[in-house]
């Protein structure tokens, strides 16, 4: 049997694959089949879905830390005036009077 090529799945479609395996409608075998999943893999997303679903329903909503804002302007600042020197700096050597 040839080895298939390792596969990414997207959360969109462990969770409808998850849920179908909740349902119950089919056997793993056949969503196996349907899904071309290995039927541990279904095992382990319907599982990872069930201990997790408590999530989709908590008040508290985890939200991602993204970087500061101060930080960032601080930065753009700085490399603001570093451009600034290093252009003027360039324009001095590219005169025709300037020491070498």
Do not use: Y
Request: proline share 4%; glycine share 4%.
């Amino acid at each position: 049997m040839a080895k298939r090529p390792r596969r990414n799945h997207g959360s969109a479609f462990k969770a409808k694959v998850a849920l179908a395996a909740i349902k119950g409608d089919q056997t793993l075998v056949e969503l196996a089949e349907r899904f071309q999943v290995h039927p541990n893999q279904i095992t382990e997303w319907k599982k990872q879905l069930l201990e997790r679903a408590e999530e989709v329903f908590s008040k508290e909503k985890k939200t991602e830390a993204g970087p500061d804002v101060k930080d960032l302007h601080a930065k753009i600042g700085q490399l603001t005036m570093e451009n600034d020197f290093l252009s003027i700096a360039l324009g001095r050597i590219a005169e025709p009077s300037a020491r070498k």
